[in-house]
């Protein structure tokens, strides 16, 4: 007979508190509640428990700093509850896969079902699997409290545990590269490199050293060893991206790898193994390419052991409205501004289709928050139709003072949104290689604006 789970509360909000007293799914467990004059971190590491509720208050919260490098963060399942203003700490610790962030208003008969589903697996499992929660507000690095998002954690979290190579489908702009570095922070791979790289950017003639790596005097130019991405991924994840737009006589090879685990650097005299878990992604409709013979069938099927559809933004009932107020509280956050959608934006953004998914939403919100000063109207976010872009181009014009780099950012972003997300096509357009559009395209998810 396993123990009974055991839950350790920290919350300070009374109404939170006692919600979560009464509740049934609450109770079931062994309960700790911390004492409020001292660090609730000790208390937790004290008193092992499986899962913690833990409210974040202030954002000098000791306990919270301390958590970023505690064990403990590896061995709980991690409840947060917050009022939702930007917090870099918490944000930190979800990129480590802590578990779930709710934020106000909470709804407990959600954070009941979690932890039904906690205590179910606590009690029948010997083992502590995973870091991961359940579904809900954020989860890993997803933002998104629709029913279609709550589907799409609790399948992330299902696979996560398992060994299996996924193969993420979705429509441009929905987050697969997101989903795909989620499913890793939150599965045992997590402390190893998650790496990504994007099959449709590959030049036929370097793929094979890309991908397996080449030692030097292989060819002309292999002045040095170099490590394909197979290795660089070793002990962890490898997110092929776009990986249909692998050109056809290259994806045997992969195949290869996958059936075998070994593969070959281009000019060694040895194998080697791989231990990767592979995580594909395409926003093709794929009986199509497989039809087509542009992506081979018996790839799929080692691919695919785990598919994951991806819902699109319109699927997603109120996360439109929800992750453009998200985006824009962290620009402001960033900015140290209070910049505001009006209600007539957010009937705009709540109504529109958004082909581009969240790509296009993130884009939209950012260059809204370029042109507006303080209040973001309609006519700030892209609007339905090219014409209708166009002319309200023409009429806002470049306002004086506009940064350089803005401006750039402007253009390659709306550039590529015209292009359905296209990169040769945008690259093209622009005057300037892929390479450099990969390179801009990367600063900006760097710093936060993709
Ligand atoms: N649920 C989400 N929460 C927060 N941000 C998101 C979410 N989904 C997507 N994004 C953001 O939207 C942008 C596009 O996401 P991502 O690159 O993962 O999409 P994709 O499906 O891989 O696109 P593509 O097929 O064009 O490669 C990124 O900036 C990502 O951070």
């Known amino acids: 007979m396993m123990p009974t789970p055991k839950l350790f509360l920290h919350i300070q909000d009374p109404s939170l508190a006692s919600s979560l007293l009464s509740n049934k799914s609450v109770r ?11 660090g609730w971190l000790e208390q937790l590491e004290a008193a092992q428990c499986d899962v913690a509720l833990i409210e974040v208050g202030s ?3 000791s306990s919270l700093k301390a958590l970023v490098n505690s064990p403990i963060l590896y061995q709980t399942e991690f409840l947060f509850f917050s009022q939702g203003g930007p917090d870099p700490l918490l944000d930190n610790l979800m990129h480590k896969g802590a578990g779930f962030h709710y934020r106000a208003p909470f709804n407990v008969t959600l954070v009941a079902s979690s932890l039904e589903e906690f205590f179910c697996e606590k009690k029948h499992t010997k083992s502590l699997v995973s870091t991961q929660n359940s579904y809900l507000d954020q989860f890993g690095l997803l933002v998104g409290s ?26 441009s702009g929905t987050g697969k590269e997101l989903i795909a570095n989620t499913l890793h922070v939150v599965s045992q791979r997590a402390e190893g490199p998650f790496v990504a790289i994007n099959c449709g950017a590959l030049s036929p003639e370097l793929i094979d050293s890309e991908l397996f790596g080449h030692v030097k ?38 195949l290869r790898v996958l059936e075998s685990g070994e593969y070959k650097p281009v000019g060694a005299q040895y194998v080697k193994t791989a231990n990767v ?26 691919l ?37 959608f009006s209600p007539q934006s957010l009937d705009r953004i709540s109504r529109y289709t958004w082909p581009g998914n969240v790509r296009e939403l993130k884009h939209a919100v950012e260059r809204a928050y370029i042109l507006a000063d303080e209040i973001i109207d309609p006519d700030h976010l892209i609007s339905h139709d090219l014409n209708d872009q166009v002319e309200i181009d023409e009429s806002a014009g470049i306002p004086v003072g506009m ?8 253009a390659i972003l709306k550039t590529l949104k015209n292009n359905d997300g296209n990169r040769t096509d945008t690259a093209n357009q622009l005057g300037i290689s892929i390479k450099t559009l990969y390179n801009k395209l990367d600063k900006y998810e760097n710093i936060g604006f993709l």
């Open 146 to 171: 629709s029913t279609a998002m709550h589907a799409l954690y609790r399948t992330i979290r299902k696979v996560a545990v398992t060994k299996a190579n996924a193969f993420i489908m979705g429509e």
């Open 28 to 38: 079931q467990y062994e309960l700790n509640i911390s004492h409020q004059n001292e």
């Open 277 to 302: 878990r592979i995580i594909a992604a395409t926003n093709r409709v794929l009986s199509d390419a497989i039809r087509d013979d542009v992506f081979r069938e018996d790839l799929y099927f080692r």
């Open 403 to 410: 940064r350089l780099d803005d401006m750039e950012k402007i």
């Open 59 to 61: 954002l000098q919260d």
């Open 304 to 340: 695919a052991q785990f598919p994951i559809m991806v819902p699109t933004l319109r699927d997603r009932e109120g996360d439109a409205c929800g992750l453009a107020q998200h985006f824009l509280a962290y620009r402001n956050a960033q900015e140290d501004k209070h910049k505001q």
């Open 217 to 254: 005097g292989a060819f002309t130019g292999a002045h040095k060893n170099h490590q394909g991405v197979f290795e660089q991924a070793e002990g962890g994840t490898l997110f092929l991206d776009e990986v249909t737009e692998m050109p056809y006589e290259h994806q045997v090879k992969l």
